[in-house]
Nanobody, 128 residues
């Protein structure tokens, strides 16, 4: 099964930027929806952004206008450019692929079992 390795996290002050990367162990799901999620202690993993096989991104209300998701299929790498970070963005960030559909993303980015490839994640900490 595909596995992802996330990197690029760190500690920044509010208003700062980070760029996360996610590398897949294989290209089996290159034609599927890819997504970024985040999780804080005691809370469920929540969707942040996703991108379909046509390169069309979708963002949640909390990240729209600040985050940009992109991918490089040649290197099996998914990116998340995060700007104007605030303390509410503090979390462990994960990437995953949605295997229940081809080329398109689910209507809602929810961790309902259709997303696979969860890695160790990368910690993002934003201080006020």
């Amino acid at each position: 099964q595909v596995q992802f390795v996330e990197s690029g996290g760190g500690s920044v002050q509010a208003g700062g930027s980070l760029r996360l990367s996610c590398v897949a162990s294989e290209d089996t799901y290159n034609n599927h929806c890819m997504g970024w999620f985040r999780q804080t202690p005691g809370k469920e993993r929540e969707g942040v952004a996703s991108i379909n096989d046509f390169g069309q991104p979708t963002y949640t209300d909390s990240t729209k206008g600040r985050f940009t998701i992109s991918e490089d299929n040649a290197s099996n790498t998914l990116y998340l450019q995060m700007n104007s970070l605030n303390p509410g963005d503090t979390a462990i960030y994960y990437c995953a692929v949605y295997t229940r559909l081809r080329r398109i993303c689910p209507e809602k980015q929810v961790d309902n079992g259709g997303w696979v490839g969860w890695g160790q994640g990368t910690q993002v900490t934003v201080s006020a």
